[in-house]
């Protein structure tokens, strides 16, 4: 059965998308990052624990997340998209090669290879505020609470939502409610706004709490 074709694009939105683009200056990865290194100054984060030099490892690069989202949070054109209190999570399964921690094997996704899983919190501005390799066997609910309660930006996430995979009412637990959403969407918020989730309760570690 063929794919549908897309319809032409008008004159005007052609028009619109070539005025856009040369507005916009082609530059190459790295003279991007160092830019936005001039602005934010993340790469003071990238410390070695004993020598004080760049190195890069999951507690660098979460405070280099921080800054940058922070940095971003504080723009105004950032808050023309969103408060920062409303973020979803989804995951992204990409095929691997060679030994990989976490990688497993799923026909279903990766025919005779292995592959992971990449999950990721996004807030309502477009920063990504946490993000996480993960198995893909293990369903995505038991990784939703981890960046909510481990976030250190200056985003006060009230609302969150994922899709039915990352759904559980183990949220429940930590002072959140359900609230019916279209299609498969389900929005998780406190309870009461004066209400702060508990750290030391995380949906891994507490399954028999469930009825």
Same mark, same amino acid.
């Given at each position: 059965?063929?794919?549908?074709?897309?319809?032409?694009?008008?004159?005007?939105?052609?028009?619109?998308?070539?005025?856009?683009?040369?507005?916009?200056?082609?530059?190459?990865?790295?003279?991007?990052?160092?830019?936005?290194?001039?602005?934010?100054?993340?790469?003071?984060?990238?410390?070695?624990?004993?020598?004080?030099?760049?190195?890069?490892?999951?507690?660098?690069?979460?405070?280099?997340?921080?800054?940058?989202?922070?940095?971003?949070?504080?723009?105004?054109?950032?808050?023309?998209?969103?408060?920062?209190?409303?973020?979803?999570?989804?995951?992204?399964?990409?095929?691997?090669?060679?030994?990989?921690?976490?990688?497993?094997?799923?026909?279903?996704?990766?025919?005779?290879?292995?592959? #992971?899983?990449?999950? /990721?919190?996004?807030?309502?501005? %477009?920063?990504?505020?946490? $993000?996480? *390799?993960?198995? @893909?066997? +293990?369903?995505?609910?038991?990784?939703?609470?981890?960046?909510?309660?481990?976030?250190?930006?200056?985003?006060? #996430?009230?609302?969150? /939502?994922?899709?039915?995979?990352? %759904?559980?009412?183990?949220? $429940?637990? *930590?002072?959140? @409610?359900? +609230?019916?959403?279209?299609?498969?969407?389900?929005?998780?918020?406190?309870?009461?706004?004066?209400?702060?989730?508990?750290?030391?309760?995380?949906?891994?570690?507490?399954?028999?709490?469930?009825?």
């Amino acid at each position: 059965m063929p794919d549908d074709e897309g319809e032409d694009l008008p004159p005007s939105a052609k028009a619109l998308e070539e005025h856009v683009s040369r507005r916009l200056p082609h530059v190459e990865l790295p003279e991007l990052l160092l830019e936005v290194d001039q602005w934010t100054h993340f790469s003071r984060r990238l410390t070695h624990a004993d020598s004080g030099y760049p190195y890069l490892r999951e507690e660098t690069l979460k405070a280099v997340v921080t800054a940058l989202v922070n940095f971003q949070y504080k723009q105004p054109l950032a808050h023309h998209w969103g408060g920062g209190t409303l973020s979803s999570s989804d995951g992204q399964r990409f095929p691997v090669r060679g030994k990989v921690r976490n990688a497993v094997s799923l026909p279903k996704y990766f025919g005779y290879g292995q592959g #992971i899983t990449f999950y /990721t919190w996004t807030s309502d501005q %477009f920063s990504q505020y946490g $993000t996480k *390799v993960i198995s @893909t066997t +293990i369903r995505d609910a038991t990784y939703v609470l981890d960046e909510i309660l481990d976030n250190e930006t200056d985003l006060a #996430i009230l609302e969150h /939502t994922t899709d039915t995979a990352g %759904f559980t009412v183990i949220l $429940t637990l *930590v002072g959140y @409610t359900r +609230i019916p959403d279209r299609g498969e969407q389900d929005r998780l918020r406190p309870a009461s706004p004066d209400d702060t989730p508990v750290p030391l309760l995380c949906a891994r570690r507490l399954p028999t709490l469930l009825p």
